[in-house]
Each structure stands twice: as C-alpha cells, then as structure tokens.
C-alpha cells in the first residue's frame, strides 16, 4: 500500500465548489449550524486561510479529502469556487487524511474516533500497524482506541452524553457486563467526577463485585435469636414474668419482648423493645 508521503505532490486549484461532493469517510457525525455560520463569518472578513483537500474521481469531478467545514462555510457564503488541493489518491489514503485531519480536531469525540479508525482498518484490509502508520500514531494509542467500541451502543451512548473523559470510558472496561457499566456512567455523570475520581470509584466497584461483604451470620437469624433466647432465659431465672413475640415480616422478623413494669400492672406497647434481624 502506497503511504501518504509516497504520493505526488497536490497542486491548488480554483474549483467550481458546486463539483465537489463529501467525503464517505467522514468521521464526524456533527456539523453544528453554529459553528458553520461563525465559521462562515471569519472566512467572509478573512478569506479562506487554508484551502480544502480534495481528489479527482474517475467519472469527473472531485471527493472532499480535509475541510468539510471550510467548504460548507463558503458555500453558506455563495462562492462559486474554491481554492483546493488536488492530490492524486487512492481510496484508502484519502480515507486515511480525512480520519487524520479529524484526529487533530480537539472536538472531535474519542468514539467517532475509534470508529473511523475501525471503518479504515475493515474498509481497506489494514492491519493495525499498517493503520497506525497510515495515521501517524503509535500502534498501542491505535489498539486504545479501538478498545473503546467494545463498549455497548448503550454504554458508548452514555459516556458521549455525560462527556466523560476517555480514560474513564476505558476504565469501564474493567466491569464485567452492561447494566454494572450504565449504572457506573450515571453515577460518575450526576456526581460529576473527575478522572482521577472517577478511576477510583471504578476501583472500589470493581473491588466490591469481587470481594462481596460476607453475609451468611445475618442470613441464619436463628443464630441471632438463639442468642436473644439466652438474655431472655436469665431474665426469668430473677423472677421476670417476660414475654417474647417472633414476626415475621415482609422485610424483616421481628422480635419483640415484653417486660412488666410490676407484677399488677399489665404491660403496655411502651414497655416493648424490638429486635430487627
């Protein structure tokens, strides 16, 4: 596969910006009216301070390779032709200058990043290597990126809302299924944390789903009353007329005993103590 840097120079050209269609590779999902039209506005006072990439299709006219943005703003300004910069490509390596272009765009989302690397890697038979050279980037920030799609359509949904810091959206990585990652999302989203906040609450998540608190002494409550049995037992042996009551409820079992004030007093409900097992 012939590299970026292999190919011939691109040349500016003045061209009618009515012949030149999108990219199919565009990575970015939104194109905000706003941003256009302030956009738009700059280029009107300044001009055109970069001109767009584009390369000639074989049925005639030309494919956006860089600057969607800057050509949709002039066509918003009525041009009727652009400065560009033809370069004589294949698909793979316009794909690959758009996705490029895109990555050094602080906005765009670290998921429609991983996307468009994926969408190269499977559009064109790439390895991962070949890919990361293609874009300049180092074969393990290529596979971090790519690990982020195994995320749930959900999951990756939640953390692009919540605009969560993509090593916390790795770091979700770590619990094992979709409900356990969604509840982790809300919860460091309504709780705004921070990364170095969040990464420890998925520390003491994850700790938790493997280390759960034992519970087997409060599940055998029979313990527990065999326990309240004995006090009982050595409250009669000092001439105590007490009474107990167990109950169960829908969620608890009360134990409930009853102490005489005096031997010619019957009991009332404020001599009762309550026990919740």
């Not at 584009?54 to 030309?62: H, K, S």
């Not at 359509?153 to 810091?165: E, K, M, N, W």
């Not at 969040?198 to 034992?214: I, T």
Request: proline fraction near 5%; charged fraction near 25%.
């Amino acid at each position: 596969m012939a590299l970026l840097n292999r190919e011939k120079q691109a040349a500016v050209q003045l061209l009618p910006i009515g012949e030149i269609t999108p990219s199919p590779h565009q990575s970015r999902r939104d194109l905000h009216e706003e941003e256009l039209t302030a956009l738009a506005q700059s280029i009107d006072r300044s001009g055109l301070l970069n001109p767009v990439s584009v390369r000639a299709l074989p049925q005639g006219g030309y494919c956006l390779i860089a600057g969607e943005r800057r050509w949709r703003a002039c066509q918003m300004l009525g041009w009727s032709r652009i400065p560009a910069l033809v370069w004589q490509k294949g698909d793979a390596d316009a794909a690959a200058l758009t996705l490029a272009e895109n990555l050094h765009r602080s906005d765009l989302h670290y998921i429609e990043e991983a996307e468009g690397i994926l969408r190269l890697i499977t559009g064109y038979g790439m390895t991962q290597n070949e890919a990361a050279a293609l874009l300049a980037m180092s074969p393990s920030a290529l596979c971090n990126k790519l690990r982020l799609l195994r995320l749930s359509p959900a999951v990756q949904q939640a953390v692009t809302g919540y605009h969560l810091p993509e090593r916390l959206a790795r770091a979700l990585l770590q619990l094992p299924d979709e409900d356990l990652q969604l509840r982790a999302v809300h919860h460091m989203g309504e709780a705004g944390l921070n990364t170095r906040q969040g990464e420890e609450y998925l520390r003491q998540l994850m700790h938790r789903q493997q280390h759960p608190p034992y519970r087997g002494l409060l599940r055998d409550y029979r313990i527990l009353f065999t326990t309240v049995d004995r006090a009982v037992e050595e409250i009669r042996r000092f001439g105590v007329a007490v009474t107990t009551r167990r109950r169960e409820e829908d969620d608890c079992i009360s134990y409930t005993i009853r102490i005489p004030k005096s031997a010619r007093k019957e009991p009332d409900d404020r001599d009762q103590l309550s026990l919740y097992a």
